[in-house]
């Protein structure tokens, strides 16, 4: 019987094949099967015994059904799997299974196999995602809008600004990913108190060697874990992301608003529903659901570093809370970044909703830069903000042009001819430098992935 909605409703299939139980599996027989490589390269086994322990070392020979009953008995975990691996060993090669490992060896370095392909079908989203935003900020490059601070009307700026301006922050997600990659993906074959006492003296090298095997880079110092706080910035990185996601899926929705109706969701008129009971609601549903599921992924950083300081060399408060998050936060992600895609893929403008908001205040936007001009032309900023401000009060109150009433102002026109006041109250004229901003980021994205 399904219960979680990660079971039937959200996340994508590569994703969950990561954190399937059955890869789960493979991931620590793939660890188990580098710990004997690594052994009998330096002769603590033979490379028989290794050879049989890595061919067994699949899924293929060692089920989860058995590994799962054994553990019904034995109530650990690993030493079910190591069971369930050495009973398909010929010879006596089932009896130097796990050879100087501990339990914890086998789950951080299988943890990390999971999380560096997590982390590759995270990136490679991440870029889609990135190159869409991009192509949108070209297409916009000079599509004005109204721009808003406090949920009030503030200047004019443009689509491209809006789309360039997430990509870059997107760009800045990808590389704390990355960095995070470097500390969280890594091997450890240290034994029971990260000294390797129980490999011999070999026992540092034969720690190089199984990360080699994995293509994995040796953690440097460990406990009986790899140190939380490389999990915790792993979390954090994708609650960040999470973050972005968000803010992206928030601007939609409030631009989907009906009555600012400027961008909004693709809504498929013949088969889609959006109430009901209300046949004319068209809703934001995949941005709403970005911004819901990305509240659990965020949730996970507190449990993340509460996971960080633990009893002495290690205690196992941290095993039950990771067995959810880990799989959880990668599921959830990685489903937020394809609903974003899907959501950017398929945005709808309403052009004429956004001149007609770009004019809602009938220029009282463009308050700023006829307080500027007037400023330039040579009367004092302070008398100019003062004298724009008063016009702008009354055009708001009386709703009256505040083009009309600077004309009409004699102070002001002994600075600004009527031509001039004309020309500065265009709001598609002033826009700063957003093309070139736009530009710019377009130009620097060619050398990010």
Not at 203 to 225: C, M
Not at 388 to 397: F, G, H, L, M, T
Request: glycine share 6%; charged share 25%.
């Amino acid at each position: 019987m399904a219960i979680h909605p990660i079971e039937f409703r959200y996340g994508t299939p590569e994703m969950k094949r990561i954190w399937d139980y059955e890869n789960k599996l493979q991931r620590m027989l793939d660890v188990e099967s580098a710990l004997a490589q690594a052994e009998a390269s330096i002769g603590i086994i033979s490379k028989e015994t290794a050879d049989e322990i890595s061919f067994k070392a699949s899924t293929k020979y060692v089920k989860l059904e058995r590994v799962n009953e054994i553990e019904a008995a034995k109530k650990h975990d690993i030493a079910s799997m190591v069971q369930g691996l050495a009973e398909q060993c010929e010879g006596d090669a089932g009896e130097y299974v796990h050879f100087g490992a501990t339990s914890n060896d086998i789950v951080d370095t299988s943890n990390s196999l999971m999380i560096r392909d997590s982390i590759d079908v995270l990136e490679d989203k991440i870029i889609k995602l990135t190159n869409i935003l991009l192509d949108l900020a070209k297409e916009n490059r000079n599509k004005v809008c109204i721009g808003r601070t406090h949920g009030q009307h503030a200047i004019p700026t443009t689509y491209g600004m809006k789309f360039a301006n997430w990509a870059a922050e997107l760009k800045r997600q990808y590389d704390r990913l990355e960095h995070a990659r470097g500390n969280v993906c890594v091997s450890m074959l240290d034994g029971a108190v990260g000294t390797t006492a129980a490999l011999g003296p070999q026992g540092w090298e034969i720690h190089k060697k199984v990360a080699e095997e994995l293509n994995l880079p040796p953690a440097t110092i460990t406990n009986q874990v790899v140190q939380r706080d490389n999990h915790a910035e792993f979390i954090m990185a994708i609650a960040n992301l999470a973050s972005t996601l968000t803010k992206i899926a928030l601007e939609i929705r409030n631009l989907q608003r009906t009555e600012i109706m400027e961008v909004g969701e693709y809504f498929d008129p013949k088969k889609q529903v959006g109430s009901s009971t209300m046949p004319h609601k068209m809703n934001p549903i995949t941005a709403e659901r970005i911004c819901g599921i990305s509240r659990i992924v965020k949730s996970y950083v507190a449990p993340a570093l509460e996971n960080n300081p633990l009893w002495h060399e290690r205690d196992l408060t941290n095993s039950s809370c990771e067995r959810i998050m880990f799989p959880e936060a990668c599921i959830l992600s990685d489903y937020t970044l394809e609903l974003t895609i899907k959501l950017m893929s398929n945005l709808v403008f309403y052009d004429d909703n956004i001149e007609k908001n770009l004019n809602l205040t009938h220029g009282l936007v463009m308050a700023e830069r006829l307080m500027a001009e007037l400023t330039r032309a040579g009367m004092g900023k302070q008398t100019a903000y003062a004298l724009v401000r008063e016009n702008a009060i009354k055009a708001n109150q009386e709703h009256l042009l505040l083009g009309d009433l600077i004309l009409e102002d004699e102070e002001a026109s002994k600075y600004l001819s009527k031509e001039e006041v004309q020309k500065i109250m265009d709001p598609h004229t002033y826009t700063g430098s957003a093309g070139i901003i736009v530009d710019e980021i377009l130009e620097s994205s060619k050398d990010w992935f």
